[in-house]
Every structure is written in C-alpha cells, then in structure tokens.
C-alpha cells in the first residue's frame, strides 16, 4: 500500500532525497511567480487596455491552445530526450518571454496584441515543461511513493496559490502590474539554478532504435486507449474540464466590475483560496488510499460546481464572506482532483511512455481548457459574468458524477507491496 501523507517519515525521506528537494525548491519559487502573473496579466488587460470577458477570455485562451496542436508530438520527444534538460531551457525561454511585459510597459507600447504573443509564447513552452516535469517525477522517485511525492509537488503549488495572488495584489498597488509580472520572470531563473544544481540523473533504460514519430505516437495512443481505466479518465476529463474553465474569463469582470472589490481585495481572497489548495493537497494521500479514483473524482467535481454556483451569488449578502468561502471550498477539493488523477495515471503507464501517456492527457485537458476559457467569454459578454459562472457550476458539477459510471468507480490508488505491476491490456 502507497505510503500515506501523515507518515512523516515518507515524508522526511522525500526531503532528504538532494535532487527531489532541488526539484521541489525550485517549482516552489516558480509557482510563487506564476501565481502573481495569473493575478497581473488579467489585471492589466482589464483595468489598463480596458478589455472586456471575450478579450480576457482569448488572453487566457491563447495559453492553452497549443496544447491540443502540439501537445502529442511534444510528448514523443519527452520520451527521447533528457527530460531534466527540456526543463531547464524551458525555463530560460519563458523567463525571457515575460520579461518582454514590464520592457514594453515602460518603453510605452504595451498592447493586447502583445499580451496575446506573450501569452501563446508562454503557452507552448509551457507544454514542454510541463510534460517533461510530469514524466521526470515517475523517474526520480518510486512508485510506492508516487502518490506522496505527487501530494508533496502539490502542496508547494498550493502553497504558491495561496502566497502568490496576495503578493500579486500587493505587488499590483505598489509598483503596478506589468512591473509585477518580472516578478514571474525572475522565478523562473530561480527554478532554472534549481534544476541545474540536481546533478546527474539517474542511468534511464537505453532506448531502442526510434520507429519514427507516428509509429510512437501510435504506442502512446494505444496505450492509453486500450487500457480500460486509462480510456475513461482521459475522455471523461475531457469532458468536464471544459465547464470547469468558464469561470476564469468571467471572474475578473465580476469582481472589478459587478463587485467592485479592488486587486488587492481579490489577490488576497486568491490567496485564501490557496489556503484552501494546501489543505487539500495535505488530505489527499490519505483520501486516496481509502477510496476508489472514480469516487474522488466525483465528489470533487460535484462539490466545486457547487462553489462556483455560490461564487455567482457573490453580490447578494457579504460579498468577500460568500466570494472567499466559495474560492476556499474550491481551492480545498482542485488539489484532491489533480492528485488523484496524476497518481493513477502515472501508476498504470511504464516509464519509457510517460511522455506520450502526458501528452495526450495534455492535449485533451488543456484542449477542454482554452475551449472553456473561450465558451465563458462569448457567454458573459452575451448573459454577463455572474450567469456564466453559474452556468458553468451547474454543468461542472453535474457532468463529474460520469466518473462513477464506468470502471474509474472501483479503481485503487495503492500500489502492492514488492515490485509493482504496471498493468496492461
């Protein structure tokens, strides 16, 4: 059975292991970053290139799309080259990107076109260390330990989300937005340092001759298309990602607009959200080793439809007490979700796969994602901002319980004692 998170001495052990700390230091730094971007970029296209929800809706949009057009063939060469070293020009590459926001600010030609270019740019090297990132952690640490070490990833991420809107808001006041976006630039050199002082990597599995590209992409699909849990969970996600994400281009209108609440008002109930996060992800190695997946996805899924519904309701009694409540709620069951889906993915797929197992996760859920962002804008510049989130809870919500109906209900999340078995089909 899969070691828990409250046993500290899984826990201890995963710190003391030098190069997953490494890892964990430098995500941790620049998920702090990025948390403060998620905050600047919609506050600067909003409150100073006055942009409305279909705007915000592409900005953000704009992110997630290469995910579905470059995602798979990424995924093959993850599965080629040093996944350690994708990372870290990654790194480099988007550190420079955004520091192209406060360059252009004070040069004095910041516009929406160039938000959009960032915005994509970011987006594409963000499929390279991200599917690099979820393919690496399979390789640095045990599969026994997957789900800890999956839980203790998070948790720096939740610990980010809960830090770094407040500091975004804060930042926002002091020196302004596009200045607090080299904040992000700055961390992603910090997370670079990271990975380069990790040191060798462990010897991989030599690799056989390629087949070429399509004959390995092929693999990676029929692995995950014939395995029968792996099948479900991508098309099921698929499906409720894409309501999951009508929020975000209608939240920034309805609290700057509808609300009224300042950006430091919401970078701090951001960051109680985030508080949320990091409760969530402490709780959930130890949810998963008592529950099927398919449950926990459920659950989780019903209950942040719930939130968002309640986040529409926001203007209807103490606004920041029903706003951050609902946010709290939400960022306490996102962390469970995304555990909970990593882990049985990564358990059910040997390691020369990863890459491609990724990227086709990858491509159907940032697929969903950026197609979400843009069905919430056209909706809440057609019902307004409070309907569409209020729509989009509901559809969340009701679409989740789909990951009872099929063999995801009865899935486990542990791993036997001994040399664990990847199954296949």
Known sequence: MSASWHDRRVYARLLRDPRFAKLLAGQSISELGSAVTQIALPT????????????????????????PILALFVGVWIDRLPRRRVMIVADVLRAAVLAAV?????????????????????????????????????????????????????????????????????????????????????????????????????????????????????????????????????????????????????????????????????GWILSAEGAGAVVGAYFSPRIMGRVSAGWILAVTGLLSGAAFIIVSFAGAGPTILILGGALIFNGLLDPIHNVTQWSLRQLLTPDHLQGRMNSIFRTVYWGAWPLGNLVGGYLGSVFGPRQSIFLGGLLFGSLSLIFLLGPLRKASLTVPAGEPKIETV
């Open 102 to 266: 406060p360059i252009s600010y004070g040069a004095g030609f910041l516009g929406l076109p160039l938000l959009y270019a960032v915005s994509l740019t970011t987006g594409v090297l963000t499929i390279f260390f991200d599917l690099a990132y979820l393919s690496y952690v399979p390789e640095l640490v045990d599969r026994e330990r997957l789900s800890d070490a999956n839980a203790t990833l998070q948790m720096s991420l939740s610990v980010a989300s809960l830090a770094g809107p407040g500091l975004g808001g804060l930042l926002i006041q002091a020196v302004g937005a596009a200045r607090a976006v080299g904040i992000d630039s700055a961390s992603f050199v910090l997370s670079f340092l990271g990975l380069v002082w990790m040191g060798p990597d462990k010897v991989r599995a030599e690799r056989r001759q390629s087949p070429g590209m399509l004959k390995e992409l092929s693999e990676g699909l029929g692995h995950v298309f014939a395995h029968p849990l792996l099948r479900t969970l991508v098309i099921t996600l698929g499906c409720v990602i894409l309501f999951g994400h009508v929020l975000e281009p209608n939240l920034y209108p309805f609290v700057y607009t509808d609300l009224h609440l300042s950006p430091a008002t919401l």
């Open 44 to 67: 600067i296209a909003v409150l100073v290139l006055h942009a409305g929800p279909f705007e915000l809706g592409i900005l953000i949009a704009l992110q997630r799309i290469p995910f």
